[in-house]
């Protein structure tokens, strides 16, 4: 299952820290000779200030050599550069976390900037040095360190590329200490900054392109990538990935730059069922109609990327090849189990699977044989008849089916729709649609009268 791991393909969009946690993750399934994935980490680590890791590393992939001496003078280096900093930093530390100074800061950041120069000599560029500090110790891996300095220099900052790096380092930091909560409020506010202008490019970089919307494009094509950690492990994470993915401008974003991010889209929406099948459930209508908003782009981005987690929402829901359906889950069940983001909830997907096979065998069907429906879900004769009266129990079927267990089938009979539920169905949005129409029509229209007046000659 190698050819469907997405590590390589998720990397460049990663910081160089987020990445180590995927190439533990590779050692440990053995996806890759275990020789590739450490090279890999060696090769990352190497661009950090994390000596003795970098250490442990080459003397694992080389147990008969010599440790290059260039990692002794790193070291040193590293050492004397975190204390001259650490010196730097603290000065302004110790006067904004004075009580007194806590008070008397406001909103205004331009205020607070001429209180502290007037009253403690404070200036930019010792407000500078807690960026340049939470910067170097992100460096060497202390990630909760480094996201203290970086919150506090973006309070105090004016420098809009130097305030949304620390966004975007401080949210890293978050996500490698495994503070959920707070990576999820930090998520949330680097989106909205995104969406309000066009911002730097991430990982502490203060480059920006020329061009504003391809850098906005830039920085939501990686804020999808990283939001990938906090979605899969927040406990309301996957809700959150549905209203974030499908929202115009992200679904735009991965249908434009990143078409691979279905994957964790159709993962979420199968990991969503439940959430989506309870009626008046405290979800938007965006996560109860997900399936299908997922399984239209599924159709339109099929050319550019499928793996057998979308095969499957596709040979269930556009194809209904039952059988078809059956063979990708197997593969998809595998799929689910080697991707870093998603292992953990791999009988959960198998579950909420079935269910949605379940559901659409029994939706198109009025008389089902319970072995043939068990063989379908990959399920023993007793497990398939437990499964199939708790999914009746569970879901809105109870009233229409009837388990005839002597003859080992369901017999299901739905009412016929009401003829007025019939036309509200049809009808449903085309006022919406007929308004839409008329705009369309009128911009259409509005040039050629232009036209039209600009050809008139002029009164004699």
């Not at 998720?10 to 994935?37: G, S, T």
């Not at 949210?171 to 409020?185: R, S």
């Not at 994470?237 to 549905?242: A, E, P």
């Amino acid at each position: 299952m190698a050819e469907y791991d997405l590590t390589q393909t998720i990397v460049p969009y990663l910081d160089r820290h987020l990445v180590f946690p995927l190439l533990a993750h590779l050692v440990e399934n053995e996806l890759f000779p275990i020789k590739q994935v450490q090279a890999a980490q060696y090769e990352l680590a190497k661009g950090t200030n994390m000596v003795d890791y970098a250490v442990s590393l080459f003397e694992q992939l080389n147990p008969n050599e010599e440790v290059p001496s260039e990692f002794q003078g790193k070291r040193e280096s590293a050492v004397h550069t975190n204390e001259r900093l650490q010196q730097e930093a603290q000065a302004v530390l110790n006067v904004i976390e004075n009580p007194e100074v806590a008070q008397a800061l406001r909103q205004d950041k331009n205020q607070n900037l001429a209180y502290l120069k007037e009253h403690y000599g404070v200036t930019l560029e010792q407000i500078n040095a807690l960026y340049n500090f939470g910067q170097f110790q992100y460096t060497y891996g202390n990630y909760s360190g480094a996201a203290d300095y970086l919150y506090h220099f973006r309070v105090l900052s004016t420098d809009p590329d130097l305030t949304m790096s620390a966004h975007w380092g401080k949210l890293a930091c978050d996500i490698l200490t495994g503070k959920w909560e707070i990576a999820l409020e930090e998520l949330n506010t680097l989106r909205e900054a995104i969406d309000s202008r066009a911002p730097s490019h991430p990982a502490f970089s203060t480059s920006s392109a020329s061009d504003p919307a391809l850098s906005q494009l830039h920085s939501r094509t990686w804020l999808l990538h990283w939001s990938l950690f906090v979605y899969f492990n927040h406990p309301q994470g996957r809700t959150l990935l549905l209203e974030t993915f499908l929202a115009p401008a992200y679904l735009s974003t991965i249908q434009t730059s990143s078409s691979w991010i279905l994957r964790f889209l159709a993962t979420a929406a199968v990991l969503s069922r439940k959430a989506s099948a309870v009626p008046g459930g405290a979800v938007s209508a965006r996560v109860r109609h997900s399936i299908r908003e997922v399984v239209k782009v599924i159709q339109m981005e099929e050319y550019q990327y499928q793996d057998p987690i979308t095969a499957f929402l596709k040979e269930l829901y556009v194809e209904f090849d039952f059988e078809a359906a059956q063979r990708e889950l197997s593969k998809a069940e595998v799929a689910v189990a080697n991707d870093f983001f998603l292992a953990e909830f791999k009988d959960e997907f198998l579950e909420n699977a079935r269910y949605l096979i379940s559901e659409a065998y029994c939706r198109i069907h009025q008389r089902i044989d319970i072995g043939d429906l068990s063989e379908r879900l990959n399920l023993s004769r007793d497990e398939g008849e437990k499964w199939i009266v708790n999914l009746i129990r569970e879901t809105r079927m109870g009233a229409d089916a009837k388990i005839d267990l002597g003859k080992n089938v369901i017999e299901i009979n739905r009412p016929p729709l009401p003829i007025y539920q019939s036309v509200i169905e049809k009808t449903r949005g085309l006022a919406f649609r007929t308004q839409a129409l008329g705009a369309a029509m009128a911009r259409t229209a509005q040039p050629q009268a232009e036209t039209q007046a600009n050809n008139v000659d002029p009164p004699k």
